[in-house]
């Protein structure tokens, strides 16, 4: 199988998953895939960290370790894989041109390969779920990252390979900078595994996880009423 195979697949699966003939489904993507949609939910899982760690020491090393893998995330993509791959997006790529259009005029800048929605979303939603270990909170933070790639593809703002590769990135950053959060969570912290039916293993407390949730499906009750309101339904 040659590399212009592969990519005749990519198209063609981009084909059969691009939106643009659901104007109701339209709006609602271009909500949910604009960051600022989801600043509750950021503000939620904040909020969790802060309740549910004791020390100064502990939030502000769990902190640090989402922002290092956040720029981890963002320089391996946008500072050094995009501009070195230089894949053109779809709605960009003048052998598309004809057959796939914008939706709603959405037009983002910058090159395709990776993602850096997926790849940004799956490395905080690995991330939280490994250190809070609650079921609950990693399958809807698990959702909220697919359906971030999901809207990419809806868009045909990115093709399933950059979409693919950037979960796979992002899940891997998440996994590596778990493993540095745990070795120096362990020095500061006695090894604590919690057996109660109000906290994970982990001591995060399950009504602030269900905040959390909250805050996830609150989002996308407004994304939904925001979109009737815009379309004037």
Request: proline share 3%; with cysteine.
């Given at each position: 199988m040659?590399?212009?195979?592969?990519?005749?697949?990519?198209?063609?699966?981009l084909?059969?998953?691009?939106?643009?003939?659901?104007?109701?489904?339209d709006?609602?993507?271009i909500?949910?895939?604009?960051g600022f949609?989801?600043?509750?939910?950021?503000?939620?899982i904040?909020y969790?960290?802060?309740?549910?760690?004791?020390?100064?020491?502990?939030?502000?090393?769990l902190?640090?370790?989402?922002?290092v893998a956040?720029?981890?995330?963002?320089?391996?993509?946008?500072g050094?894989?995009?501009?070195f791959?230089?894949?053109?997006r779809?709605?960009?790529?003048p052998h598309?041109?004809?057959?796939?259009?914008?939706?709603?005029?959405?037009q983002p800048?910058?090159?395709?390969f990776?993602s850096a929605?997926?790849?940004?979303?799956f490395t905080?939603?690995?991330l939280?779920s490994?250190?809070?270990?609650?079921r609950l909170l990693?399958s809807?933070?698990?959702?909220?990252?697919?359906l971030?790639?999901?809207?990419?593809?809806?868009?045909?703002?990115?093709?399933?390979?950059?979409?693919?590769?950037?979960?796979?990135?992002g899940?891997?950053?998440?996994s590596?900078?778990?493993l540095?959060y745990?070795r120096l969570y362990l020095?500061i912290?006695?090894k604590?595994n919690?057996v109660?039916?109000h906290?994970?293993?982990?001591?995060?407390?399950?009504?602030?996880?269900?905040i959390?949730?909250?805050c996830f499906v609150?989002?996308?009750?407004?994304?939904?009423?925001?979109?009737?309101?815009?379309?004037g339904i």
């Open positions: 040659n590399f212009e195979h592969i990519k005749d697949i990519d198209i063609s699966i084909l059969s998953l691009q939106g643009g003939e659901q104007m109701f489904i709006q609602l993507v909500t949910l895939t604009n949609t989801w600043i509750p939910l950021y503000i939620s904040l969790l960290i802060i309740k549910n760690n004791e020390k100064w020491s502990q939030i502000l090393l902190l640090a370790v989402v922002a956040m720029l981890a995330s963002n320089l391996l993509n946008g050094f894989i995009k501009p791959i230089a894949r053109l779809p709605t960009s790529d598309l041109i004809n057959i796939i259009h914008p939706i709603n005029n959405y800048a910058g090159y395709s990776f929605h997926a790849c940004n979303s905080i939603a690995v939280i490994l250190i809070v270990r609650s990693t809807f933070l698990l959702a909220w990252a697919t971030n790639a999901w809207t990419r593809l809806y868009l045909a703002a990115h093709y399933p390979s950059d979409v693919v590769v950037g979960m796979i990135a899940a891997t950053i998440a590596l900078c778990y540095l745990m020095k912290t006695p604590i919690y109660s039916s906290y994970t293993k982990m001591g995060y407390n399950f009504s602030d996880i269900d959390v949730v909250l609150l989002t996308i009750l407004y994304a939904l009423l925001r979109t009737v309101i815009e379309l």
